[in-house]
């Protein structure tokens, strides 16, 4: 029998570079074909054949409030029928930038763009400008969208696919690039002692969230903020994935350390491409049109993608919003940690707000080392089993999963009564 699924997934390989519009989305990792989806509503999600699945992928974020949130499709109805786009500016921009600023203290003003890979070369483009300097530093494992400067040993697709970096990136074009292990605090004073006054800027994922999930050491982020502010290099915290994901506050809040520049994405789009970068007043005001840093996008700030933001914002600000969501987010985990457990195989797992990290070795992993030692034939077994459960999970050892607001008492028993069934089950294959 062939599905509809397979035969889509035969027709979209010739006429699409490996059957997807982002690498991610191939199970090259996992093996199999990739599922096409064809609705979504709340924590569930159709594929093509009609077949349900309980979805923590959340589009690879964005989806907090799970899919088609009535008050956010309202949101967007209600925008495009006025008009799509108007490359001129309007009041919903002025309001959701009120709002991002009054969100996250450390951000005075922010300039909105299409994609958080925009929005991260952007910044790095306007720390160079601001600093008059040329190289930066990033770590391994942390993944700032495809720019080439950025594209250093990059982790998420790159990383699935095997390849450090990717082929056509000019070796000058990476030349300034520092890379350094995350939480290697002595790695980082290492390159401030070496290259300090040299240095632009620092660009770090909070929580990094694209080698899987890895946490920051109790002062990792407190480091780097300290040799920044020594050698007047600029703080760039990417929060494409975790701002209103982690917390109201976003990982700045949660870990209390205030970036210079930050990026946004994912969630601020509410599901549409939009995202941002914002930061301290002085340094945002070096950009065009006030200052010589040019950036530029036809639909930055596009009408429709900033109402489904803005109406998404709104929500997330209601009151024990993300304390329920971290709560679910931590019973899943625990619950499949326990499911592994009764079953005596290698597995831990932990969670930040509403993302988490599930992870085939005996302990959680504090760097991109640890996390390639993880066990990636348990996990695409696990993947593969759950999925035939209905159960959606990042197709990659190497990505962080996503908890919704939608995800209630009932989806998270179906998860976890999976999950001991296909535990119940390992050693049989
Ligand atoms: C997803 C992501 C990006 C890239 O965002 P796109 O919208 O896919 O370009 C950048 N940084 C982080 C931390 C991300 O998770």
Not at 7 to 16: A, C, K, N
Not at 180 to 186: G, R, S, V
Not at 263 to 275: C, F, S
Not at 418 to 426: G, L, R, S
Request: net charge negative.
């Amino acid at each position: 029998m062939t599905s509809r699924n397979h035969q889509l997934f035969e027709q979209s390989q010739q006429y699409i570079p490996g059957g997807v519009n982002s690498p991610v989305r191939a199970f090259k990792s996992v093996g199999g074909d990739p599922v096409f989806f064809q609705r979504g509503a709340g924590a569930y999600f159709w594929d093509a054949d009609g077949k349900s699945y309980i979805d923590y992928v959340g589009s690879w974020g964005p989806l907090i409030l799970g899919h088609a949130y009535p008050d956010v499709i309202k949101a967007v109805q209600a925008v495009a029928e006025n008009g799509l786009t108007f490359g001129a500016p309007t009041e919903a921009e002025l309001e959701i930038a009120q709002l991002i600023c009054q969100l996250i203290p450390s951000i005075e003003q922010v300039r909105l763009v299409s994609s958080g890979t925009e929005a991260g070369m952007s910044a790095i483009r306007l720390a160079r400008g601001f600093t008059g300097r040329s190289r930066i530093i990033k770590f391994e494992g942390c993944y700032h969208g495809h720019d080439d400067a950025l594209l250093v040993k990059a982790g998420s697709g790159a990383l699935t696919f095997g390849h450090p970096s990717s082929a056509g990136v000019p070796a000058e074009t990476v030349g300034h690039t520092i890379v350094l292990d995350y939480n290697d605090i002595a790695g980082i004073e290492a390159a401030f002692n070496q290259w300090g006054p040299e240095i632009a800027a620092v660009i770090v994922e909070p929580v990094a969230g694209n080698m899987n999930l890895v946490a920051p050491s109790s002062d990792f982020l407190a480091k780097l903020r300290s040799l920044c502010t020594q050698s007047g290099s600029v703080l760039i915290f990417d929060e494409v994935m975790t701002g209103f994901r982690v917390g109201l506050g976003c990982a700045q809040g949660l870990y209390q350390i205030k970036p210079d520049l930050t990026t946004l994405g994912k969630v601020i789009g509410g599901g549409m491409p939009m995202a941002a970068f914002g930061g301290r007043r002085d340094i945002m005001q070096c950009l065009a049109p006030l200052g010589p840093v040019y950036q530029a996008g036809t639909l930055s700030g596009n009408p429709v993608a900033v109402a489904a933001g803005l109406a998404t914002l709104k929500l997330v600000q209601a009151p024990g919003f993300y304390e329920k969501l971290e709560d679910r987010t931590q019973q899943l985990v625990d619950g499949i940690t326990a499911a592994a457990d009764n079953h005596g195989i290698d597995f831990c797992a932990q969670s930040v707000g509403g993302m988490f990290g599930l992870y085939f070795r005996k302990d959680i992993p504090t760097s991109f080392a640890e996390v390639m030692q993880c066990n990636k034939e348990a996990f695409n077994r696990f993947f593969h089993a759950m999925l035939n459960e209905g159960i959606y999970f990042a197709p990659s050892a190497f990505e962080a999963g996503f908890v919704s607001s939608m995800h209630g008492d009932n989806e998270l028993n179906k998860t976890l009564s999976a999950a001991e069934k296909v535990f119940e089950h390992w050693q049989d294959k």
